[in-house]
């Protein structure tokens, strides 16, 4: 077994995380909060269900806190064309917090069939608790 290789693929998956794996998150009511880095304009259009609106552009040591600092947070973008979602995880790991940037943004939320909310509203697959 290569070592390097092994600890590779542990910490992907220690700071991503797939549309797949959020959905399911959400449904087992994790103690986890989305964050949508995009510009304000961007979110009221579209976003996941729930998830706040926190542009990474607007994320420094004052903003941030008055976030949880006991929950994960989920940070996202549009998609794989957009650094937002990693420029806000690097600045929530640099103030102490639990991140992980989702794989391929809300592009591969709408790709899977989830819900959207906002103006652009889409139906799709509901997060319902798996409680």
């Known amino acids: 077994m290569n070592n390097d ?4 693929y542990q910490n992907k998956l220690k700071y991503e995380m797939d549309s797949a794996d ?3 998150a959400l ?3 994790e103690s986890i909060i989305v ?6 304009r961007a979110y009221e259009e579209e976003h996941i269900p729930n998830a706040i609106s926190f542009p990474h552009r607007d994320m420094n040591e004052t ?3 008055t976030l949880d600092k ?4 989920i940070s996202y973008c549009d998609g794989i064309g957009c650094n937002g979602s990693t420029k806000g995880a690097l600045k929530l ?13 809300l592009d591969w939320w709408k790709r899977d069939g989830y819900t959207i909310e906002g103006k652009m509203s889409k ?3 509901e997060i319902t608790c798996n409680c």
């Open 123 to 125: 139906l799709g697959t």
């Open 22 to 24: 959020l959905f399911e």
């Open 35 to 40: 964050i949508d880095t995009r510009k304000v």
């Open 27 to 29: 449904g087992n009511k």
């Open 93 to 105: 790991a640099q103030n102490g917090f639990r991140v992980k940037e989702l794989l391929g943004g």
């Open 70 to 73: 006991g929950v994960l947070y």
């Open 63 to 65: 903003t941030l806190s």
């Open 5 to 8: 290789q092994l600890t590779h």
